[in-house]
């Protein structure tokens, strides 16, 4: 009976202002109490157009740093791949905060549709790049006018009820997840197809000349669907008459973003709006974050580069086609698993002991990766597709726990801005993991007669550096937790 009273108080406790969308949609969902299906839609939608070309190059980026001629020697591909791996986060980090201040002011809606607009018209680009440094610069472009995913974490919350808000949440971060497993496996079957697919495109075609091109069209032209789509999308922030000087400089801007200061002390105590910067439980769960997202990118960037080199450098000698196969094999299983399997896990052990189980699961995965060479045949493909699955769904297992985290550590009116931050931060550091991983791929590949940790098992070596760090993370002192959370 009292959760039925619950479900009765009304959403809008305020003045209704006419004329703000924010107000409008407050009361659709005082009026509608199911569950928000065509804009959780939009959010499964957006988010996928999103994530689908942040890692889609990865699997044919070998291929295309050898067609470009930059690189003098094969061993230095890695190296300059690096760079074009980055270049997308490093754009979006210097954006994201911004991006995020723009979808305060003037709404989701119009950061959103931009967003959207810039996939279409700079990953097109990129599949027509003819040189390296325009590679590098649509990439960038990419990132830096993609401001997407802090703008729909805050949507997420908004356009349901309290009741639906993990649920929406969720949706978010299973599309974001799957995007960045289906975007490679859409790279790796696309790509060269004038040479995977003669039959179908012949050598004198468009896709002949730009063999990199028809997966960025096809991503592409997904993203303009989704684009036409958000006509209909509706705004929820709130535009007030009262708030238009709300904004009046970049001092207050900052300020609202992430309230450095928090509020005046009353009474001795400080109010319960704290702000960010001091709230440790969510600084070390972003630290944390920060940690696993550069693994999670240095691998992604690595697992093809070294499937796709040859065997006397310690590779698998496979093709895109073939990578992207295991990756397509992998994001069905990631799908499955999100929604089938993970919501029991977590039941069970919770998210932090789950992420810590994932993180050590992971250690004997990745020594392995290097004496796959020692394979042949259809067991290499056998070996490789199980431990592409496992070690991707125990990603998603720690990635979701730290977002977990992170939205459990402050309260509702401050996730938009400690998303704004986690994603800033995860940024920089995704930025960093490409170019890091290429130029330690490329050293690797040239010590293949060293007696310690010879080739590649350096490079899977230090990957497993970064996840034991991340491990020791998730331990006390250094991971807090809200008062109110059990820590277990």
């Known amino acids: 009976m009292e959760a039925e009273a619950e479900a009765e108080v009304p959403l809008l406790k305020g003045e209704n202002h006419p004329g703000c969308p924010g107000c409008a949609y407050d009361r659709k969902k005082e009026l509608y109490r199911g569950l928000p299906y065509k804009e959780f839609l939009y959010l499964w939608m957006i988010c996928l157009t999103a994530a689908l070309p942040i890692s889609s190059l990865f699997p044919f980026l070998y291929f295309m740093i050898r067609d470009l001629h930059v690189a003098k020697r094969t061993e230095d591909i890695g190296f300059y791949a690096g760079f074009v791996g980055a270049s997308f986060m490093f754009g979006r980090c210097l954006t994201s905060t911004a991006w995020g201040i723009a979808a305060d002011r003037i709404g989701r809606k119009p950061v959103v549709v931009f967003g959207i607009f810039a996939v279409v018209i700079f990953n097109t680009l990129f599949g027509l790049s003819v040189t390296y440094s325009m590679a590098i610069a649509t990439r960038f472009l990419l990132g830096a006018l993609n401001g997407l995913l802090g703008p729909i974490k805050a949507y997420a919350i908004e356009v349901c009820r309290p009741e639906h808000e993990a649920l929406a949440l969720s949706l978010v971060s299973t599309a974001w997840g799957i995007g960045l497993i289906i975007g490679p496996a859409l790279g790796g079957y696309l790509s060269q197809p004038a040479e995977n697919f003669p039959n179908v495109f012949s050598p004198d075609s468009l896709f002949a000349r730009f063999p990199y091109f028809l997966p960025c069209l096809?991503?592409?032209?997904?993203?303009?669907?989704?684009?036409?789509?958000?006509?209909?999308?509706?705004?929820?922030?709130?535009?007030?008459?009262?708030?238009?000087?709300?904004?009046?400089?970049?001092?207050?801007?900052?300020?609202?973003?992430?309230?450095?200061?928090?509020?005046?002390?009353?009474?001795?105590?400080?109010?319960?709006?704290?702000?960010?910067?001091?709230?440790?439980?969510?600084?070390?769960?972003?630290?944390?974050?920060?940690?696993?997202?550069?693994?999670?990118?240095?691998?992604?960037?690595?697992?093809?580069?070294?499937?796709?080199?040859?065997?006397?450098?310690?590779?698998?000698?496979?093709?895109?086609?073939?990578?992207?196969?295991?990756?397509?094999?992998?994001?069905?299983?990631?799908?499955?698993?999100?929604?089938?399997?993970?919501?029991?896990?977590?039941?069970?052990?919770?998210?932090?002991?789950?992420?810590?189980?994932?993180?050590?699961?992971?250690?004997?995965?990745?020594?392995?990766?290097?004496?796959?060479?020692?394979?042949?045949?259809?067991?290499?493909?056998?070996?490789?597709?199980?431990?592409?699955?496992?070690?991707?769904?125990?990603?998603?297992?720690?990635?979701?726990?730290?977002?977990i985290l992170q939205n459990n550590a402050v309260p509702q009116d401050q996730r938009g801005a400690a998303n704004g931050l986690a994603m800033t931060g995860m940024s920089l550091f995704k930025a960093v993991a490409p170019a890091g991983a290429g130029i330690v791929f490329s050293w690797a590949q040239k010590r293949q007669d060293a007696s310690f940790l010879p080739g590649d098992q350096m490079v899977f070596f230090l990957l497993n550096v970064f996840e034991i760090l991340g491990l020791i993370l998730t331990f006390k002192p250094f991971l807090a937790f809200p008062e109110q959370q059990d820590t277990n």
């Open 218 to 403: 096809c991503i592409s032209v997904f993203a303009a669907v989704v684009l036409v789509g958000c006509i209909w999308m509706p705004e929820t922030l709130h535009k007030h008459k009262a708030d238009v000087n709300r904004y009046e400089t970049v001092e207050s801007l900052e300020s609202d973003f992430i309230d450095l200061k928090g509020k005046a002390e009353q009474n001795g105590t400080l109010n319960s709006k704290k702000s960010l910067l001091s709230n440790w439980p969510l600084m070390s769960s972003i630290i944390l974050y920060c940690v696993f997202s550069f693994h999670d990118m240095a691998y992604t960037e690595i697992f093809s580069l070294w499937a796709e080199s040859d065997r006397k450098y310690g590779g698998l000698s496979l093709s895109s086609e073939d990578v992207g196969q295991v990756l397509a094999i992998t994001g069905a299983s990631l799908l499955v698993y999100q929604l089938f399997i993970y919501p029991r896990i977590n039941k069970v052990l919770g998210h932090i002991k789950a992420s810590r189980i994932a993180a050590i699961a992971c250690i004997p995965i990745l020594f392995a990766y290097p004496y796959m060479t020692y394979l042949s045949g259809p067991g290499v493909s056998i070996v490789l597709n199980i431990a592409s699955v496992i070690k991707n769904n125990l990603s998603v297992t720690i990635i979701t726990g730290c977002f």
